[in-house]
């Protein structure tokens, strides 16, 4: 075995742990799931050999691990509610209640670690089913083709749950930042 | 018939997801020349997405 091989991994094993738990939600499921990478990343240093970027490797491997996590855990997970709280966003004749206004400078909060930590917090206000086929889709990058595989719903419930995360995460910032 | 905003909301974020077609992605556009409120929801969701990708390459 290389040692420097293994040490530069090793070195990337914060960045990987804070990729994971964004998904996982779960400290220990995180961990196993990196765990799980680096010793496949070692045992793996021949396959890595000409490629440029070893995050970007070890990002690939973690990705399938943690798919093997939510596989594992998806049918602990119902999805909770209905999706009612989208009906009180519109009248009957389905105009907006309130309507969404112009938020001020979004580009400026992407430079602001506080816009961030906002973010995040609201991420862990969405319902773990929501925010599990959330992430998968803006933070794992997957299709919702694999996504539905994954979680073993229909593309139609799929699309409900991203518009459900999405609309709650577009109230929640605008609570938490915009509106402030 | 002209889309109803519950129904252009849904279409914006579908469009993150899926191709929605020729027929679906003229009338939403149709809409959200129109619609201030639904244009303001499309932007917010595209902002979205840009916050989600730099939230995950922040160590």
């Known amino acids: 075995m290389n040692d420097d091989f293994r040490s530069r991994v090793e070195r990337e094993r914060p960045y990987l742990l804070r990729y994971a738990a964004l998904q996982l939600r779960d400290a220990h499921a995180a961990e196993d799931a990196v765990q799980d990478t680096l010793v496949a990343a070692l045992a793996g240093e021949a396959s890595f050999a000409g490629r440029s970027n070893l995050r970007t490797w070890l990002t690939g491997i973690l990705k399938h691990k943690i798919i093997d996590a939510i596989r594992r855990s998806r049918r602990e997970a119902p999805v909770e509610g209905d999706a009612s709280e989208l009906e009180a966003l519109f009248t009957e004749n389905g105009h907006w209640a309130d309507p969404p206004a112009a938020w001020p400078d979004p580009e400026a909060a992407l430079e602001q670690q506080r816009f961030f930590a906002a973010l995040q917090a609201c991420l862990e206000r969405l319902p773990q089913k929501i925010a599990q086929a959330f992430m998968m889709r803006e933070h794992l990058g997957l299709e919702t083709g694999e996504i539905c595989k994954e979680l073993a719903i229909t593309p139609t419930h799929c699309w409900v749950l991203l518009y459900r995360a999405r609309v709650a995460l577009r109230e929640c910032l605008e609570r938490e930042w915009f509106g402030k | ?59």
């Open chain 2, 1 to 59: 018939m002209m889309l109803s905003c519950k129904e252009a909301s849904r279409l914006v974020s579908q469009g993150l997801d899926r191709d929605l077609g020729l027929f679906a992605r003229a009338r939403l556009r149709l809409h959200l020349a129109i619609c201030e409120g639904c244009t303001n929801f499309k932007k917010q969701m595209d902002f979205l997405r840009r916050a989600l990708r730099e939230l995950a390459t922040r160590s």
